[in-house]
């Protein structure tokens, strides 16, 4: 995910600065926005409900601050499948 040497074609590090900063800053606001890109609903012709938007933010919010920002912060390196199975 993270862009380098090795995956030349991933994401600076900027942009996961950037979620980071946002979970902590306005974190129900961020789950809320975050639910849409997740499910897709922001794409034409997409039917996702508001109720499992809801249910994401709700589930998301009872995770605490840690779990996304630990998660925003580990993530990013990893560069294949492979790399799950350390």
């Given at each position: 995910m993270l862009k380098s040497d090795a995956n030349p074609e991933g994401l600076p590090m900027e942009v996961f600065d950037g979620l980071r900063e946002s979970a902590v800053n306005d974190r129900s606001q961020f789950f809320k926005d975050l639910a849409v890109q997740f499910y897709g609903a922001n794409?034409?012709?997409?039917?996702?409900?508001?109720?499992?938007?809801?249910?994401?933010?709700?589930?998301?919010?009872?995770a605490g601050l840690r779990a996304p920002t630990t998660a925003s912060r580990r993530s990013p390196r990893l560069t294949s499948p492979r790399t799950y199975g350390r």
């Open positions: 794409r034409p012709g997409a039917k996702v409900s508001q109720g499992v938007l809801d249910q994401f933010w709700l589930w998301s919010m009872q």
